[in-house]
């Protein structure tokens, strides 16, 4: 079998075997960083979600807020903007939608954004932005969860929509500089008039599920060794053959070592018989 692995074709193979062992190891640990980045995202929410709402100039500046203070619970007050801007293709209940996006002026002059919520689409699908309410005049004072800004997706969008909540995208649509982190509503006081417009729902808890990464990086372990298993059989079956095909040239037992099997007799073949011998009989 050794002798057989140093053949180009077995080498070869033993390459490509370590090859997807390395790949197998680096895809697992892709996965496996999937699911411990979900454990420490629902450690923050069981940490955060439920605790009191800090106001959020404590929790938001003027540079991204950092992952370990997504769902801080807070509380401002100020006043909303009157730009309107959705977030479309926002799935909710199975269903796809939009989430409303408003400027919210705090008291201190800054502008945070504020996800009001989710709308479904309209009679027009994604060509026309359904009517939804304006949010509550004057001064109002509300509650939500600090969420990250999300990666720019530039891509053509219908008019007063964008393709992801990215923070500057949202500031150059509304013409004045964002904190660095939006705000995810709770509530609102006081809350907005529905009218014959839609009432954007509320977001809802957030996604706690771990999903199947470190069931998937498990496998990718597990099948590290695979091609080389593959290997040593294949080996192995050909050492087999090797040693049947000797065998098989071998002179039998009692014969001289050097004589070889001799071949039987072939059947002498049948004579013709040809029409004028039949005659002559």
Request: proline fraction near 14%; avoid cysteine.
């Given at each position: 079998m050794l002798r057989a692995l140093l053949t180009p074709r077995w080498l070869g193979a033993l390459l490509l075997s370590a090859l997807f062992a390395v790949a197998a190891y680096h895809l697992g640990h892709w996965q496996y960083g999937k699911h411990v980045a979900k454990v420490e995202r629902n450690e923050r929410i069981s940490a955060h979600f439920g605790a009191a709402p800090v106001p959020v100039g404590s929790v938001l500046t003027s540079?991204?807020?950092?992952?370990?203070?997504?769902?801080?619970?807070?509380s401002a007050t100020g006043t909303y903007g009157q730009a309107k801007l959705v977030a479309r293709g926002r799935p909710l209940d199975k269903q796809v939608g939009y989430e409303v996006l408003a400027p919210f002026r705090l008291a201190s002059g800054a502008t945070v954004l504020i996800d009001r919520g989710w709308i479904p689409l309209g009679d027009k699908g994604a060509a026309e932005v359904p009517a939804y309410a304006a949010p509550p005049p004057g001064e109002v004072t509300l509650t939500g969860w600090v969420r990250q800004g999300e990666k720019a997706r530039h891509s053509s969008a219908t008019a007063g929509t964008i393709a992801s909540i990215n923070l500057?995208?949202?500031?150059?649509?509304?013409?004045?500089?964002?904190?660095?982190?939006?705000?995810?509503l709770e509530a609102d006081t006081p809350a907005a008039t529905a009218g014959d417009a839609l009432v954007p729902q509320p977001l809802g808890k957030p996604d706690r599920s771990l999903g199947p990464h470190q069931a998937y990086a498990y496998q990718w372990w597990t099948s590290m060794p695979l091609g080389f298993i593959l290997m040593f059989f294949g080996l192995r079956r050909e050492a087999a053959e090797g040693r049947a095909e000797r065998g098989a040239g071998e002179a039998p037992s009692g014969a001289g070592a050097g004589a070889a099997r001799t071949p039987a007799p072939k059947p002498p073949r049948p004579k013709k018989t040809r029409i004028w011998d039949e005659e002559d009989a």
């Open positions: 540079s991204p807020v950092p992952i370990a203070q997504e769902w801080t619970h807070v500057p995208e949202a500031a150059q649509k509304f013409g004045t500089p964002l904190l660095g982190g939006y705000v995810q």
